[in-house]
T-cell receptor, first 113, second 114 residues
């Protein structure tokens, strides 16, 4: 069974203190890895899709990278508005449609001013 | 343009009652998904619709759960004889189907079963 594990479960940073979130997966034949941001009381907001090992994508203070076994979400000089839960997900290729996503349980990031 | 919308935003019901949750996908998105998110946990896939094809119901937890979608428009998720363990946020997402693509989520319906 495909699994997606995120660490740490929670992370508290001071404003400006860079760090990384981890998403490890056990999927054969990865067909993409998705990163989402979720604010309290809202649905997940799409951030990035990574398709192959070595790929990197950036958006503002966030950079996502992918290896054959894991993905990292690097946060550079975070601000309080970056506080949210960050979710990663992979397509479940065991399903006939390969359209459903298997999500990790997320990393709750708090950036203190 | 408008994003995915869901209604109601909150629903409180008594154990044993039936509830119906609604999702309006982004116009032009042929794929629609329902997920469940329990407090402090990740999202669990429930069901997937693609155009007029038979839905992928592999994630529905029991026969008390059902969903319908007419064409490429509104979908409803129905939970019959609700139980306390059904309490969760129910999220709907839609996407283009041509390629495996990012899913756009609605704000969710928070269901509380007393």
């Amino acid at each position: 069974e495909d699994q997606v594990t995120q660490s740490p479960e929670a992370l508290r940073l001071q404003e400006g203190e860079s760090s990384s979130l981890n998403c490890s997966y056990t999927v054969s034949g990865l067909r993409g890895l998705f990163w989402y941001r979720q604010d309290p009381g809202k649905g997940p907001e799409f951030l990035f899709t990574l398709y192959s090992a070595g790929e990197e994508k950036e958006k503002e203070r966030l950079k996502a990278t992918l290896t054959k076994k894991e993905s990292f979400l690097h946060i550079t000089a975070p601000k309080p508005e970056d506080s949210a839960t960050y979710l990663c997900a992979v397509p479940d290729i065991s399903s006939g449609s390969a359209r459903q996503l298997t999500f990790g349980s997320g990393t709750q990031l708090t950036v203190l001013p | 343009g408008a994003g995915v919308s869901q209604s109601p935003s909150n629903k409180v019901t008594e154990k044993g009652k039936d509830v119906e949750l609604r999702c309006d996908p982004i116009s032009g998105h042929t794929a629609l998904y329902w997920y469940r998110q329990r407090l402090g946990q990740g999202l669990e896939f429930l069901i997937y619709f693609q155009g007029n094809s038979a839905p992928d119901k592999s994630g529905l937890p029991s026969d008390r759960f059902s969903a319908e979608r007419t064409g490429e428009s509104v979908s409803t998720l129905t939970i019959q004889r609700t139980q306390q363990e059904d309490s969760a946020v129910y999220l709907c997402a839609s996407s283009f189907s041509q390629v495996l693509n990012e899913q756009f989520f609605g704000p969710g319906t928070r269901l509380t079963v007393l």
